[in-house]
């Protein structure tokens, strides 16, 4: 196999807010997989809280490379892929991967396999059917004039779920935002999410308040680092209660069994599909459902959590419609509801580059200056909610 790695920029429509940061752009490394006159994608973005930089995710994948095109084919790849998931002593060079390039690596390489075999993933993954799910639509933390005309805008356009961001200093903005929101898209199911911004005792006081106003469920209101606390907040709180940066790992996973009512899958965060279906496995049972979140991506970063979507409670994967412009096509989205293709692998496509407006011609101007390179990702603190 081949391995190709090119870095893209990824900027937002508008900046998003959240109880920690402000992000308005990041940067997503896609790799190519060729073999036998196919190629395989995936993607990995950079995410300063999950400690991935730019840099970090490129110098894993020159690593990877030597190891990674020794291989005779996909299948034999992915087979000791799962297996490092699992154990460090089948195949090293993969345990050794952090997690977001880990699901990347696995991205690329089911959409190869799916392409050989001419069958999507998820019916690789058991799934006879495509998939079809109502997706969240994120609010920033905005001010709740603004944030009930976004609202309106996405309930027109076809949304019924709509992830209200929480966490601001003066919580009675956040219940503001969130009645507007509500008076604005009165038929929508709500989310809450303040990303860990508050203390047990103010979650605690907090949402009754929210949850008058119809919000079903709330993403990790507490700090995390403190999983026993946040247990103990779902167990008194008057909606369900969903881990997300409490739940990063598969061992997080299985920790917070029955003990909360949600976690949030992440695949930058678990390690990619397989890591997803041994938490999902591992959930069976125990009362705790799941939610497929994720970053800001492209929509190649986002398919393969579609391609798993039909097995949890929660969806929230919209991180492609915060684009200003996406790269890549062909799960849908922008009517509520994201899909998987009608093609073999992950099913997206490059999509075409955004048309830029000629300028008029003006006698004796001078030459267009080229457009400086892009900047730094730009995460005003460190950001994992997106």
Known sequence: MRLDVRTVRLRLAEPLRISRSVTTARDAVQLSLGHGGLTG?????????????????????????????????????????????????AAPAFAELPAGVLAAVEAALLDLVGKRAGEPVHRLLGRAEPVAVATARTIGIEPPARAAVQAARLADAGFTVLKIKAGAADPGLDLARVQAVREAAPTARLLLDPNGAWTPEQALRLLPAFAATGVEAVEQPITPGRPDELAAVAERSPIPVIADEDAVTYEDARRLAGRVHGVNLKLAKCGGVHQALRIEEALRGSGTELMFGCLAASSLGIAPAVHLADRARWIDLDGHLLLAHDPWRGIGGADGTVRTPDRAGLGVLPAPEPAVPAAPAVPGAAAPVPAPHAPPLVEARPAAGR
Do not use: F, K, M, N
């Open 41 to 89: 994608h995936g993607e990995a973005v950079s995410s300063v809280y999950l400690g991935l930089p730019t840099d970090r995710i490129r110098l894993a994948l020159d690593v990877l490379r030597p190891a990674l095109e020794r291989y005779p084919d996909p299948e034999q790849a992915l087979a000791d892929l799962r297996s490092a998931t699992e154990t460090t002593s």
